[in-house]
């Protein structure tokens, strides 16, 4: 089907392509049962007019990322368990630079699913004020390290630390994070490396809902390094009309509205609204922002009952995936390096 990303285009198909680092038989049944009940829960392309939207209202459904987080990390602890059994257990080494309060909530909720996953954990924390020499000298020992197969620098570091030196000191082939030069290259040639953990955790969400991405309009409002940018790569790579967009875009509504889906990841909060999205629209919200009531998103949610076909809640959605992804990327360079070592040099 040919599709065309303009106002009234109509709503995403079904497609039964899987590209996953974790194609184990049960990880297939599942997505093929998540995109059974994703077809069935599509309709004819919606319109405008209000009965339309009416009758959307009672059709908005949450993406429920911690579920599926919780079915990859399944897959993830039994091939640990099969390596670890082999006497190779992968291990991940965080790196947390100071005590930015949110980045210690993620570091202590990484570090929980790799012990969960049987994994190693390996975990250095610096004082605030440390300097960029004492930053790369830990990462050039874990970088040395062969029980270390993926090594983490929480983000942001602190302000008189480069990030992008210190991340291009982690070698590509224990770059958990994907966000390395030579990382970013290989993604962008579609070469064997490890991807960048929430936007692959982002098409994990969308496959596991039966979006067909190739011919989709997919507008991606952030250019961030950490989702923005490689999740643009990602998904031209998996044929869809990618559409990039950001706080500062002029008339924000004309560039999202003709989308299938509209990814939110700018950092403003509720920056999204029922004025950005086409009715029956697939809405992923990478926002996360601590407010008095709560966590809430870049996108409000609530005004986008009844419009929106699905959507990702904040909390529980994208951000466990990113941890998800984060124990595929480990596992799956701790058995890359296990096939280095088992080549004769
Ligand atoms: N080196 C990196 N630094 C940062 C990354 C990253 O991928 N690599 N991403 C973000 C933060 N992040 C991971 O570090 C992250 C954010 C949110 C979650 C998550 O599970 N969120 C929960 C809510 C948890 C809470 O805040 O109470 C949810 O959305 O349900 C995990 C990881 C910046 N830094």
Redesign the pocket.
Not at 152 to 156: A, G, H, K, S, W
Not at 313 to 323: A, N, R, Y
């Given at each position: 089907m040919h599709r065309k990303c303009h106002r009234g285009d109509g709503y995403s198909g079904w497609s039964a392509l899987v590209l996953t680092a974790l194609a184990s038989v049960s990880g297939a049944v599942h997505r093929v049962q998540h995109r059974l009940a994703a077809a069935r829960s599509q309709s004819s392309p919606p319109g405008e007019s209000f009965a339309e939207r009416k009758r959307f209202a009672t059709m908005t459904r949450t993406i429920k990322?911690?579920e599926i987080?919780r079915h990859i990390r399944s897959q993830v602890e039994e091939r640990v368990r099969q390596a670890s059994a082999g006497g190779r257990v992968p291990g991940l080494a965080t790196i947390l630079v100071g005590d930015d309060p949110?980045?210690v909530?993620?570091?202590a909720?990484?570090r929980r699913a790799i012990r969960e996953a049987g994994m190693r954990d390996i975990h250095r924390h610096l004082p605030h004020d440390s300097s960029q020499a004492d930053v790369a000298t830990v990462i050039d020992e874990l970088a040395a390290d062969p029980d270390v197969h993926g090594i983490?620098?929480?983000?942001?570091l602190p302000a008189q630390l480069g990030a992008a030196q210190l991340?291009d000191r982690i070698p590509v082939t224990k770059d958990v994070?994907g966000?390395t030069t030579a990382s970013s290259v290989l993604l962008a040639r579609g070469e064997r490396g490890l991807r960048?953990?929430?936007p692959s955790g982002i098409i994990e969400l969308l496959d596991a809902e039966g979006i067909q991405l190739q011919g989709s309009c997919i507008a991606v409002v952030g250019w961030g390094e950490?989702?923005g940018r490689p999740l643009v790569q990602l998904l031209l790579r998996r044929g869809a009309t990618v559409t990039v967009a950001h706080e500062f875009t002029a008339d924000l509504p004309s560039v999202t509205r003709p989308a299938d889906v509209v990814v939110a990841a700018t950092g403003v909060r509720g920056l999204i609204g029922p004025e950005h999205i086409k009715p029956g629209a697939t809405v992923i919200d990478v926002g996360?922002h601590?407010t008095s009531e709560g966590?809430t998103?870049d996108v409000r949610a609530a005004e986008l009952d009844g419009i929106a076909s699905r959507i990702t809640?904040?909390?529980?959605?994208?951000?466990?995936?990113?941890?998800a992804m984060?124990l595929v990327n480990t596992l799956q360079a701790a058995e890359w390096a296990a096939e280095r070592e088992a080549v004769p040099a």
């Open positions: 990322g911690a987080a949110a980045s909530v993620y570091v909720a990484k983490l620098l929480q983000l942001p991340i994070d966000l960048p953990c929430t950490l989702v996360i601590r966590l998103g809640p904040v909390p529980g959605g994208v951000g466990p995936m990113t941890i984060l």
